[in-house]
């Protein structure tokens, strides 16, 4: 093996049933290295990382590390431990009702009795060596998340680690607990740690990674140096557009709702999740929240609907202040939200797609007014046929039908309530193509027949630019730039979001 | 015939909950005819009231089938269960025995004050109950073992009297039998409640509200469902059931005993609901399943009865029964048996399918 270098991965190939979600990925690491791995979602990061910690096997594909001979095939987590390759996840997956030294060598002492003098002195010695503010004693639970992080990478490394795994371990912590991290990182690179950081904040990987490898679609984009790696460019090959060329303005876009009546204002509003913002839409208008993954997009629109503890902003509905602060009060106003975790907050598996679909209009109607079951089953059928929902019956449990399914049951129960004002988070995450479509079309018919206002938010920035009059711009949790018109194009947006030269909002 | 075929089967998977109680319990009562072909047979006595097995376990199951149907609405919402449904219906009866002493025991007017008085007590410790488990957040269990182990004392604080026995004609009318009415008054009044919970279910949206709050609280919350209302709702209507099961109890006895009246109920009430099919994690629920669950539990009590069972030793003989059921409705055994059952129904299929002529060995067929 080359000099310095710790781990090659070739060919990478593995297939899920009707996907290929790995198609041919190389991937190298060195020593000593901090190397970005990004890609938009469902780019493959994640099953490249399950595929080096021994959750999936690899359908092809050879795995070389340092100091082994030949190719690896690693079977499970233990066994990626045992090599050497340690991986710390988005969630903390400690235990926090125990101490940090427990923390950092629990399941790893043999025999039954646990030395606890030696423990606690290892551990201190450890954390002091890395810098870590914990003490050995203290409950893990009591330390703030950053230093939680910092335990669960010092419990990685501790093993003989070659491979550092980070994935997304930035995105909960605040700014200055992102320093302290880094300066883990950079601690542990000097060591000769090789780490692969997982991560969506751009920012970020230009603040401390040496090279990134983007992968886009199951497929490897390129290898490139940071320092050398243009920002814009970076987003423009994680969302595989180039950067010229691509002016082709989306379909016939009508200026016209700039100037219908504005529906819905929002000045200075802020929930428990987001900053203060401006938002404003117009009557028959579809507009978007676009950004990167975590630009605070989803936040906004749930700050709209109340979804999160609305902290305060004035709201205009129609010309009339209004006070929404619960989403039964965003409903009664005229407000639908499809949420973005369809099987978090969207879908009641255990019930039926009838009581699915029926459940925020006979909230609506009040408790104790239920609809009869004839009613129920008109209103279910109407909207099954409409949205041509695949169940055998409406009877049967929304969790079993597929993804797409589900969320046009979803659509249905807005539907079904006629709001003035849909928000629609993410429709099309993670449904096939022809429902994608339909959803698209279905979106561009409600504003223009009916009307009716949409916000549209959606990861895929063409299907953005093809249903949006007007995009408005977020990075890092800011509003950075708002789109109309002729500057609906694909370049701008990333210009935008890469933070070249749009006029700021606030 | 497809269509018919697919409408039974329809059927047949909305009301599979019902077998969960219902095979146990056609098992039991065939295991009673064996021993005792009369079993089933109801006379009427001197006394001119109904009697025999099947009106005593229905009368018996009484308290604990009030308890249930309510225990059952906590299970879905909260996804826990309250343990202390036992100490509160002591302190409805000691409620309901502390009005009827203070006015004259034999008028209309204090016996129902008397359980209005249980009542309010109860639901207000409902209340408590599930403001612990909407507000606080506190698991069920732990949230109710406050009022289960110092609901008893607080009881004997209302009764004030050591020794509180009572008599009186109404009372004992009511709790006992109605003059000319043969049907023993607490399986009236257990129809009375079942009818409640009926209406409640048909003219409110309780049932929904609870199912939806119990499988998905984020998704009811961003529905406009108020989940924390719906958890303290089940509770206070829980409330209500222990008070009228502790006024049940209260009369019959026509005396108050704070250690021991309904002692362990919550622990029955528990497993009929388990026996009935419901998922103590919460969520979709069946009244009817549960109320089931609870006659089978009676069956098994009586049963055990029959068999002279030494008092003792009924409890260790009634585990053993429980185990086999639950082992039974478990996920793992309901999944073989589905399996068993569709490759069944695949050979039948087979064997029916034209061409596949019956004495036709079955060799090149996998």
């Known amino acids: ?506 | 015939m497809q269509t018919k075929k697919g409408k039974g089967a329809a059927f047949l998977r909305r009301h599979a909950q019902l077998l969960i109680p219902l095979i146990p319990l056609v098992i039991l009562i065939v295991f009673n005819l064996i021993l005792n072909p009369a079993f089933l047979e109801i006379r009427i006595n001197e006394a001119g009231s109904l009697s025999g097995y099947p009106i005593s376990i229905f009368n018996n199951a009484t308290e604990l089938v009030i308890i249930v149907l309510g225990m059952t609405l906590v299970t879905a919402v909260s996804g826990g269960q309250d343990i202390s449904v036992g100490a509160l219906a002591a302190i409805g009866g000691a409620a309901f025995y502390r009005v009827l002493k203070m006015g004259n025991m034999e008028s209309a007017g204090t016996v129902l004050l008397a359980v209005l008085a249980a009542l309010g007590i109860t639901m207000l410790f409902g209340a408590f109950n599930g403001t612990l488990v909407s507000v606080f957040r506190i698991q069920p269990m732990i949230a109710t073992l406050i009022l289960f182990s110092c609901g008893r004392s607080i009881a004997y604080w209302i009764a004030v009297d050591p020794n509180a026995t009572f008599e009186s004609k109404l009372v004992s009318n009511l709790a006992v039998n109605l003059p000319g009415i043969p049907i023993p008054t607490p399986i009236l009044i257990c129809a009375v409640v079942g009818l409640l919970f009926f209406l409640m279910m048909k003219f409110t949206n309780l049932g929904l509200y609870a199912q939806a709050v119990g499988i998905n609280q984020s998704a009811s919350n961003l529905n406009g469902i108020n989940a924390t209302r719906m958890k303290l709702l089940a509770f206070v209507i829980l409330g209500a059931c222990c008070a009228v099961a502790g006024f049940i109890r209260t009369s019959r006895l026509q005396l108050i005993s704070y250690e021991k009246q309904l002692l362990d109920i919550e622990m029955d009430a528990i497993l009929a609901v388990a026996i009935g099919g419901n998922s103590l994690g919460g969520g979709k629920f069946s009244l009817v399943s549960s109320v089931l669950g609870a006659y089978t539990f009676q069956t098994l009590t009586t049963t055990l009865d029959v068999l002279k069972i030494k008092s003792t030793d009924i409890r260790a003989y009634k585990a053993m029964v429980i185990i086999l059921l639950v082992v039974l409705a478990s996920a793992p055994v309901k999944k073989l048996i589905s399996r068993l059952w569709a490759r069944l129904r695949s050979r039948e299929a087979r064997g029916a399918a034209p061409g596949a002529g019956a004495g036709t060995p079955e060799k090149g067929v996998q």
Not at chain 1, 23 to 34: A, C, H, S, W
Not at chain 1, 100 to 126: C, F, H, T
Not at chain 1, 208 to 234: H, K, W
Not at chain 1, 282 to 300: A, I, M, P, Q, Y
């Open chain 1, 1 to 506: 093996m080359e000099n310095g270098i710790v781990l090659t991965m070739r060919g990478i190939s593995i297939s899920f049933p009707g996907v290929k979600a790995l198609d041919r990925v190389d991937f190298t690491l060195r020593q000593g290295e901090i190397h970005a791995l990004m890609g938009e979602n469902g780019a493959g990061k994640s099953t490249l990382i399950k595929v080096l910690t021994g959750v999936y096997a690899r359908d092809e594909g050879t795995i070389e590390l340092d100091g082994v001979p030949g190719t690896v095939t690693i079977h499970s987590p233990q066994e990626a431990q045992k090599l050497g390759i340690s991986t710390v996840y988005q969630e903390i997956t400690l235990c926090p009702n125990l101490t940090v030294a427990e923390n950092l060598y629990i399941g790893r002492q043999k025999g039954v009795s646990v030395p606890w003098k030696k423990m606690n002195r290892d551990a201190a010695a450890l954390l002091d060596s890395l810098g870590i503010p914990a003490r050995p004693r203290q409950m893990l639970s009591s330390c703030s998340l950053a230093v939680q992080q910092m335990v669960a990478i010092a419990r990685a490394v501790d093993t003989q680690c070659k491979v550092l795994i980070l994935d997304e371990p930035t995105s909960s912590l605040d700014e200055k607990e992102v320093e302290m991290l880094f300066k883990l990182m950079r601690d542990l690179k000097a060591r000769g740690v090789g780490i692969i950081f997982v991560t969506h904040f751009l920012e970020q990987v230009y603040e401390v990674s040496d090279r990134i490898t983007v992968l886009r679609n199951g497929q490897l984009v390129g290898e490139y140096e940071t320092a050398s790696l243009p920002q814009v460019e970076l987003v423009s090959k994680m969302m595989g557009k180039e950067l010229e060329g691509l002016s082709q303005v989306s379909a016939s876009q009508d200026e016209e709702a700039e100037q219908a009546e504005v529906l819905y204002q929002a000045e200075g509003l802020s929930s428990s999740e987001s900053k203060p913002f401006d938002f404003r839409i117009h009557k028959g208008e579809v507009n978007g929240f676009t950004g990167l993954l975590g630009s605070g997009r989803s936040e906004c629109v749930r700050a709209i609907f109340a979804a999160d503890r609305v902290t305060g902003g004035k709201v205009i509905m129609d010309g009339k202040v209004v006070r929404i602060t619960k989403p039964i009060k965003a409903m009664k106003n005229g407000i639908g939200y499809l949420p973005e975790d369809r099987k978090r907050d969207g879908i009641i598996a255990d019930l039926s797609v009838r009581e699915n679909i029926i459940l925020a209009l006979q909230v609506m109607k009040g408790f104790f007014r239920p609809f009869s079951r004839k009613a129920a089953e008109a209103f279910a059928d109407e909207y099954i046929k409409a949205l041509d929902i695949k169940t055998a019956s409406s009877d049967t449990p929304v969790g079993s039908l597929s993804g797409g399914n589900q969320q046009k049951v979803i659509l249905a129960r807005w539907l079904l309530t006629h709001p003035k004002y849909l928000i629609l988070d993410e429709p099309t995450r993670g449904i096939d193509i022809g429902t994608k479509t339909e959803i698209q079309r279905l979106v561009l018919d409600l504003s223009r027949e009916e009307g009716m206002s949409i916000t549209f938010i959606s990861s895929e920035i063409e299907e953005m630019l093809r249903t949006c009059s007007r995009l408005i711009v977020m990075r890092d949790r800011h509003i950075v730039g708002e789109l109309k018109g002729s500057q609906l194009t694909q370049d701008q947006v990333m210009y935008t979001i890469a933070g070249g030269g749009n006029e700021r909002a606030d």
